[in-house]
């Protein structure tokens, strides 16, 4: 970037430009990670945030939490969490889910409010969202099919979300390894209903 547009960009954002804060954000976030750096980064996705921008309120969570170019402050974090989960920003249900299931920050450990910010961000397609909530119908719900359909839609995201799609392919095995009723045949009959047209929106990656 020259130095004109820089420039050019810093004036935008001084008016309150939402995608001047963002480029800002991500230029200085991508340059050396200096204090400097940071704290210019988070300002500038904190300015996008503050004007209502839901992957700016994630990020600046993200920041917050890890206490990356601010001070590491975990109920600031939620703060803009929600309001980015209010805006079904996927990631942002994710992350706030876990703080409610890990009691975090003063929010108090709930299975319901967890499982609900679980499933609305399993349902717009976000592939760690579906392998927690299946993690949820099995273990603590005992639910198995429900839990197989979720880990089945992680799994499908072998080319976007590897991780989650190998987490996801581990449970299924390892369920179908501890002799579960109806074996392999069960299993493979809910994830490929998994796979037909109408759960696309499950198995595509959120916006």
Not at 169 to 190: K, T
Not at 192 to 197: N, S, T
Request: hydrophobic share 35%; proline share 2%; net charge neutral.
């Amino acid at each position: 970037m020259t130095e004109t547009e820089l420039k050019e960009l810093i004036r935008k954002a001084e008016n309150n430009n939402i995608a001047a804060n963002v480029n800002l954000g991500n230029y200085y976030n991508k340059l050396p990670g200096t204090k400097e750096n940071r704290v210019k980064a988070f300002g500038y996705y904190k300015a996008a945030a503050d004007l209502g921008y839901a992957p700016a309120q994630y990020t600046v969570g993200c920041f917050a939490y890890e206490g990356d170019g601010t001070r590491k402050d975990s109920s600031n974090a939620a703060y803009y969490w929600k309001l980015a989960a209010n805006q079904n920003y996927a990631n942002a249900q994710y992350a706030l889910a876990r703080m409610y299931q890990n009691g975090e920050c003063g929010l108090i450990a709930t299975e319901q409010k967890a499982v609900k910010l679980f499933k609305r961000a399993a349902e717009q397609g976000l592939a760690i969202a579906q392998v927690a909530l299946g993690d949820i119908y099995m273990f603590d719900k005992k639910e198995i099919d429900n839990a197989v359909f979720w880990w089945g839609c992680a799994y499908v995201h072998g080319k976007s979300d590897l991780k989650a799609s190998n987490e996801a392919m581990d449970r299924l095995n390892d369920l179908v390894e501890s002799g579960v009723p109806g074996g392999y045949d069960r299993v493979n009959r809910i994830v490929e209903e998994v796979q037909k047209e109408k759960y696309n929106t499950y198995t595509n990656n959120p916006k």
